[in-house]
């Protein structure tokens, strides 16, 4: 619509991540740089897992409004990548465990944010045309930063030699969540075609559950021993 | 100044290229990205005439559009853009908008007119000559009715009419709420088309027996007009006059063809291009033939001048004449003829003469006799209407349906007769009134008709749309190429000092209709974004509250283990 109206969903997108650098005290750790690390990982990661689908995953050419199922469950297997990726920052960093999970995602996600939104505001939100799904889309973002810091945790948890037996099956289950997600997701519009909005609160719902549960036992480990 | 700049400029790039990239990159961004094209809804528009006639300006002025849409209801129309359908449209209405000056009027035409009621359309067509008869500063649009046009038209019209008392708060929700719609057409503002050369054409029969024979001319134009060039099909007016002239050519070339049907009159037809901007293309051929050539057809012996206009519909012929015509003169004996074919032969049809005076204080000439009798030329014009002054002559209603080809192959046999009855002489010999000429082989083809009616009214052909490498005229050209001998094509250009007409570009366009919110909507926006930023602040600052309450749930499980 205007430039305010772009504006208005970049403070929306972008604010939220800056509150949360802020708040964490990455800000203190002087961490800056090593959020910019992990967002090369995640581009990185990205190209290998672009060049993967490109490679194995032929266009799908059935009939349109047909869901072709198993296809879109092999490609979100591929999102296993993000869980990689996520890792190898961690690894790669040395600190406490909220230290490293807030790193990696805090990067992850703003990297993100940056590749993936930040052109379609520019280009849509400026135009003449008003449209919700900028608004949209910069919830939207929101709501991924919440996914991606409970992903680091989780993957964080899954990855720690100290992990009691009994955790073992609910973090495997939240790290299936966390990777197919965007694939339910998909599934739940295309069963009860959902409207834009509607999909937005039942994706901040899912999410914020996972996200819940992921504090939950992060915070059982933490304090067991 | 300019010089520090500079410096300062080679610093930053000398110094760290990455600083450069910073600065650059969204400089550029914001300097090359272009707002992207993707509108809510993209349609073909239709502008208003736009001409000027002997110095005279008509129709709308201008072809720019970017406003907000209103319907007639809203209460500030000052540059709006009004959108009103056929149905609801009034005069008054259309008043209305332009004295509280609208920026520009759309009107929404339904995709089928013969469905609309018949009042609706007399009253449309009636109100045409009105819209153009001054000019209008702003640009007016013609639309074509489809489902998202009237979505668009049904949600302009809800926002346009409840903002009356409304309080303040409903106001607000109804801003949040409400779609308005940004209309932008896309094309540049309407320029005159200079050296614009509107085509005429003619051809012969030649008579047979003598040097100075009489000549008779048949006169038709081709061109169409209606409010909008590019919606004026012109079937009945003048299609149907246009197609009898083809019958007719393709009849007489048939009897001259036979040396004993080959009679003593040379037949001239005549198809004329800009016959709806007076007569241009007949008066460019009559000065051209009358004072510029030494030997000319319309020069010696010209019988009468017959002009056909209007005729495809109506249970009656009227004989428009600007001077009734004496007794012993070939006019007068086509007159009688044409009374007594109708009178035999078809005894339900009436016949009658009008008569009318040329008046040249007028702008413009009534019908195009009257361009032949200015130069002394014995001329008439057969037509249905009784009148020139009716708006189907000049009205984007007339269209197919308007054509009924009975009616019009009947007018067609009546003037074939009597010209027939003129050229043989047959009443002097003893003819009787019902002698059918034209009969078996001879007679009129309906097909043939009704196919030549169905082309001419499957396109525009209103006088700006019809240049010189137009379908139309080639088409035109190769139909009297078949029957007739030495067809000249007439190409006339209004004169560059002192145009007697200028015909103006961009008559079709594709119009957006974005959608759009209210400034005061952006403001709400940010007042409420800036809220969510606020509780997203308090939740990260208080997430220790959450962090705590969940170690005071997970404790009593830590400590069963």
């Known amino acids: 619509m205007t430039l305010f109206h772009f504006g208005n969903c970049f403070a929306l997108a972008y604010f939220p991540y800056f509150i949360t650098y802020k708040c964490s005290g990455l800000s203190e750790y002087n961490a800056f740089w090593k959020c910019v690390q992990a967002g090369a990982t995640y581009l990185f990661v990205q190209l290998c897992k672009m060049l993967f689908l490109a490679t194995f995953f032929p266009t799908w050419e059935g009939g349109a409004g047909v869901y072709d199922f198993v296809g879109e469950f092999m490609k979100a297997t591929v999102d296993l990548a993000d869980l990689l990726g996520l890792h190898l920052v961690m690894s790669r960093n040395a600190g406490k465990g909220e230290y490293k999970i807030m790193v990696a995602a805090m990067g992850w996600a703003t990297a993100e944010l940056v590749m993936s939104r930040c052109l379609p505001l520019w280009v849509g939100a400026r135009g003449i045309e008003f449209d919700w799904k900028y608004i949209q889309m910069s919830f939207d973002s929101n709501i991924s930063l919440v996914h991606y810091i409970a992903m680091a945790a989780v993957v964080w948890m899954f990855t720690r030699y100290d992990l009691p037996k009994s955790f073992r099956l609910p973090v495997t289950v939240l790290l299936a969540l966390c990777v197919y997600k965007s694939f339910l997701m998909e599934l739940f519009i295309h069963a009860f075609v959902l409207g834009s909005w509607t999909v937005l609160l039942v994706k901040a719902v899912l999410t914020g559950a996972i996200s819940l549960c992921s504090l939950l036992l992060f915070v059982s480990l933490v304090h067991s021993n | ?561």
């Open chain 2, 1 to 561: 100044m300019f010089e520090e700049a500079s410096e300062v400029f080679d610093n930053m790039f000398k110094s760290s290229f990455p600083l450069t990239f910073i600065v650059f990159i969204p400089a550029v961004l914001i300097l090359v990205s272009p707002l992207p094209a993707e509108a809510a809804h993209e349609f073909t528009v239709y502008r208003m005439q736009q001409y000027d006639l002997q110095g005279q300006p008509y129709g709308t002025r201008n072809a720019i559009l970017n406003t907000e849409a209103r319907t007639v209801e809203a209460e500030v129309l000052s540059r709006r853009c009004v959108i009103m359908r056929l149905v609801d449209f009034s005069y008054d209405k259309y008043q209305k908008a332009l004295r509280q000056s609208a920026g520009a009027v759309v009107i929404i035409l339904p995709q089928n007119m013969s469905s609309m009621p018949q009042d609706i359309v007399q009253q449309f067509m009636e109100l045409e000559p009105e819209m153009l008869s001054t000019e209008t500063i702003v640009p007016v649009y013609f639309a074509m009715e489809d489902d998202e046009l009237l979505s668009i038209y049904t949600q302009t019209l809800t926002s346009s009419s409840s903002q009356g008392a409304l309080s303040a708060a409903e106001v607000l929700l109804h801003t949040a709420t409400a779609n308005g719609f940004q209309m932008v057409t896309s094309g540049a503002q309407s320029k005159a088309m200079s050296d614009w050369a509107i085509t005429s054409l003619e051809g012969r029969l030649t008579g047979v027996g003598g040097e100075d024979l009489p000549t008779i001319v048949v006169v038709a134009h081709y061109d169409s007009f209606g409010v909008a060039p590019w919606l004026s099909y012109g079937a009945d007016s003048n299609g149907s006059g246009v197609s009898m002239l083809l019958e007719l050519a393709r009849l007489f070339s048939k009897l001259y063809t036979y040396k004993r049907t080959h009679a003593g009159y040379n037949l001239l037809f005549f198809v004329s291009g800009g016959g709806k901007f007076n007569y241009q293309g007949t008066k460019r051929w009559l000065e051209d033939n009358l004072d510029h050539t030494d030997s000319s057809l319309l020069q010696d012996n010209v019988a009468f001048v017959l002009c056909l206009d209007t005729l495809g519909n109506g249970d009656a012929l009227h004989l428009h004449v600007s001077k009734p015509p004496k007794e012993g003169t070939p006019q007068y004996a086509l007159l009688k003829e044409l009374e007594t074919v109708a009178a035999s032969q078809y005894p339900g049809m009436k016949f009658s003469m009008v008569h009318k005076k040329i008046n040249l204080a007028d702008d413009m000439l009534a019908w195009e006799h009257e361009r032949f009798g200015i130069r002394r030329l014995p001329a008439f014009t057969l037509s249905h209407l009784p009148s020139h002054r009716l708006a189907q002559r000049s009205s984007i209603m007339d269209v197919r349906p308007h054509v009924d080809i009975e009616k019009l192959s009947r007018n067609t046999k009546v003037v074939a007769e009597a010209l027939a009855r003129v050229i043989y002489n047959l009443t002097e010999k003893g003819a009787s009134g019902d002698l059918h000429i034209f009969t078996e082989q001879m007679q009129v083809q309906e097909e043939h008709l009704s196919a030549m009616v169905d082309w001419l009214s499957a396109q525009p052909r209103a006088a700006q749309l019809v240049d010189k490498d137009s379908s139309v005229v080639s088409t035109l050209e190769y139909h009297v190429g078949r029957y007739l001998k030495d067809v000249k094509k007439h190409y006339i250009k209004a004169d560059k000092r002192d145009p007697e007409f200028v015909f103006y570009d961009q008559l079709k366009q594709t119009m957006n209709a974005y959608r759009v919110k209210p400034a005061i909507f952006d403001l709400l926006l940010a007042v409420c974004i800036a809220a969510y930023l606020g509780a997203m602040y308090f939740a990260i600052q208080n997430f220790g509250m959450l962090y705590s309450i969940a170690r005071r749930v997970t404790q009593p499980k830590v400590k069963a283990h």
